[in-house]
């Protein structure tokens, strides 16, 4: 039982940067696993990044490595994505998703909870 919204969306120059925030509301005290995923149209829905309860532990795939950074504050209830030089191929809506699996989870069923997404669009 706990509710995600993300937010920080909205379009951006190639190159440029944009950070997204999924802040969590009712079972917040919880060690969840965190992650983004994104899905671009007529495409499925992808993994991006997750990280685990405490921070210490992240993981992303290949296409945004060295460019994405997940992270958290747990007193502020919040995931963060900051994305810096961001490519038109990473337009797409963004879901953060979290779950009490304490492994890092990289598969869209791993997740129990889901946010509603926000739109990132990088033009060329």
């Known amino acids: 039982q706990v509710q995600l919204v993300e937010s920080g969306g909205g379009l951006v120059q190639a190159g440029g940067s944009l950070r997204l925030s999924c802040a969590a509301s009712?079972?917040?005290?919880?060690?969840?696993?965190v992650g983004w995923f994104r899905q671009a149209p007529g495409k499925e829905r992808e993994f991006v990044a997750t990280?685990?309860?405490?921070?210490?532990?992240?993981y992303y795939t290949g296409s945004v490595k060295g460019r994405f950074t997940i992270s958290r504050d747990n007193a502020k209830n919040t995931v963060y994505l900051q994305m810096n030089s961001l490519k038109p191929e990473d337009t797409a809506v963004y879901y953060c998703?979290?779950?009490?699996?304490?492994?890092?989870?990289?598969?869209?069923?791993?997740?129990?909870?889901w946010g509603q997404g926000t739109q990132v669009t990088v033009s060329s």
């Open positions: 998703a979290a779950d009490l699996d304490p492994r890092l989870i990289v598969t869209t069923h791993g997740y129990r909870y």
């Open positions: 009712g079972r917040t005290s919880s060690r969840y696993t």
């Open positions: 990280i685990n309860w405490s921070g210490g532990n992240t």
